[in-house]
């Protein structure tokens, strides 16, 4: 279905043509005409699918075409983290370029000219407010927030900001709110405590559901299971093996961040880090160079495994295996966006074995398992089964040799 079927006004079709957008993905196919007819929604989607312009499109379409009071804030979007805020504020302003509605991302870390601006619009009246909840609470709290025109409240990835602990919050700023306004959830997973907060401010919800909790098709999995001294160095040897058009690097710990991207510099990669002890204008200044591709090689920490909006990362490689398996799909689905293909490579140490065998069960299939380079030493059996971190002995059935690994990886 294209863009043009939905009926959009023309300056918003504008956008969407400058933007680059021609057919809508099967989540806006759905999404879209729910929105247009004014009905609560409720849609879990894997990450990649373009859950944000299926809200957004149909948003601006509204406010143009529908009388707002321009002395009141007239959508609010709420968003986990800055970074996402941020990015769909960006996403925003390219759609909505040619149309005269008003925006603003109001998150925290920012100076003290950011909170003037960002208390003017709360005050003065915007058309869409796209905000993480602890900082439009402090603003609400100041008491001069301009809510009485609201007719719009997204929650995106909510699922999320309720593991982050912003249950309280959300339902804080919900009770600020109009009474009668339509309201949509998005979550990448649609868990119980979800689905309850969906009956708390849900009006007789439409819902969809797209294929969540599995990787894109086109990502091809591979892992090797290996001892923690031969991380970093397999890290060079793959980098080295495919000249891929960018790289995410994901650690489960700020130090691992910082460890590796300087042995990476070491080498002359072009390489940078982000994680949450960078101010946010240098995390802003570091995410722009590796959108723009002055940095081909980015390192960092689960900051960034939702969220980030760039198509043409064509390597993720989990440094560390992943929390859970939501994770994982999360992570890994950074890469093969846009109708690209993309590889995703999962390093395994002993410790993590029976972690990694969990998102396996997942899955549903075994991630195929490379064999380390002989020039790496020898590495260790998969064998998830085994109780403690290098313990011999075990049901040898349970181990798995690596396949047979050329080293050079194709997309």
Do not use: W
Not at 332 to 347: C, D, L, Q, V
């Amino acid at each position: 279905m294209k863009f043009i079927d939905f009926g959009f006004d023309e300056r918003l079709l504008e956008g969407i043509e400058a933007s680059g957008y021609n057919e809508a993905t099967p989540v806006q196919e759905q999404v879209i005409p729910m929105v247009l007819a004014g009905k609560d929604v409720i849609a879990s989607a894997q990450t990649g699918t373009g859950k944000t312009a299926a809200f957004l499109l149909p948003l601006i379409n509204n406010i143009i075409s529908s009388p707002v009071n321009h002395h009141s804030i007239t959508a609010l979007v709420i968003v986990p983290t800055r970074e996402l805020a941020i990015q769909i504020a960006q996403h925003m302003e390219g759609l909505s370029y040619f149309t005269p509605v008003s925006s603003i991302a109001v998150f925290g870390g920012g100076d003290g000219n950011a909170f003037v601006q960002e208390k003017k619009a709360l005050s003065a009246g915007a058309d869409v407010v796209v905000c993480t909840p602890g900082k439009m609470l402090a603003h609400i709290n100041m008491g001069y927030v301009k809510f009485q025109g609201l007719k719009y409240l997204i929650l995106d990835e909510a699922d999320r900001m309720l593991d982050m602990g912003f249950y309280d919050d959300i339902m804080r700023i919900i009770h600020a709110l109009p009474a009668k306004r339509q309201n949509l959830l998005f979550s990448a997973t649609m868990p119980h405590k979800i689905r309850e907060l969906a009956r708390t401010i849900l009006n007789k919800p439409e819902e969809v559901n797209i294929s969540m909790s599995k990787p894109n098709e086109k990502i091809t999995q591979l892992a090797y299971v290996v001892y923690d001294t031969q991380k970093i160095p397999l890290v060079k040897f793959i980098l080295h093996q495919k000249n891929f058009s960018s790289v995410l690097i994901f650690c489960s710990s700020k130090i691992s961040v910082k460890q590796l991207t300087r042995d990476l510099k070491r080498t002359n990669l072009p390489v940078d880090e982000i994680h949450s002890d960078l101010e946010q204008d240098k995390r802003e200044e570091v995410l722009m160079h590796f959108k723009s591709g002055r940095i081909q090689i980015l390192v960092a920490t689960d900051i960034l495994s939702r969220g980030i909006d760039i198509d043409n990362i064509g390597l993720v490689l989990n440094y560390d295996v992943p929390h859970d398996g939501e994770d994982y799909v999360h992570r890994i689905g950074r890469t093969a966006r846009a109708a690209a293909e993309g590889t995703a490579i999962t390093f395994i140490s002993v410790k993590e074995q029976r972690k990694f065998a969990a998102i396996e069960r997942l899955l549903g299939k075994s991630v195929p398992k490379a064999e380390v380079p002989e020039q790496f030493g020898e590495a260790p059996l998969y064998n998830p089964g085994v109780s403690r971190p290098g313990a011999g002995g075990g049901n040898r059935n349970n181990m798995k040799r690596p396949q047979k690994f050329s080293g050079r990886i194709s997309r």
